[in-house]
């Protein structure tokens, strides 16, 4: 995605952002991108600067914000309690709760992802399952 500040023939100024700078180039040719406060078509880009991240030295891991309050705080602490304590098992969460609660399997202690509808249906069916406050970090194999 690349992000563009944008202005029309009338001095409104706004922003858009496009898949590539070519999208913004064929969506402009095709009079697809108009100003937000009058719908001029006759839009050009604004001189920006990109925003660019400095490069980390090589082995150096990014270093984590420290809790700006007492209620950022109580949710790190949270994640970091239930990330200790139970397993990651990602987009399985509904069908691992499933089988546990019908006893198919050992209970332990899971997080994971679950689609609105797949949530409803084990609360429905009576599972005991909660919402976290928070995404779970993505796990690779």
């Known amino acids: 995605m690349i992000h563009y500040d944008l202005k029309c023939p009338k001095g409104h100024e706004f922003d858009g952002w496009f898949a590539s700078a070519s999208a913004f180039d064929s969506l402009l040719a095709a009079g697809h991108v108009a100003c937000t406060l009058c719908g001029a ?12 991240r400095p490069a980390r030295k090589a082995g150096e891991k990014p270093k984590l914000q420290t809790p700006a309050n007492e209620l950022e705080a ?12 139970s397993e990651y098992v990602g987009l399985n969460f509904a069908a691992e709760a499933r089988a546990m609660h019908e006893g198919k399997i050992d209970e332990r202690s899971i997080y994971g992802e679950a689609k609105p509808d797949e949530a409803r249906a084990l609360l429905e069916d009576g599972i005991p399952v909660a919402p976290l406050p928070f995404m779970p970090k993505r796990q690779a194999n």
């Open 41 to 52: 078509k006759d839009v050009e880009k604004r001189i920006m600067a990109p925003a660019v």
């Open 74 to 85: 109580a949710m790190a602490e949270l994640r970091a309690k239930i990330e200790k304590n």
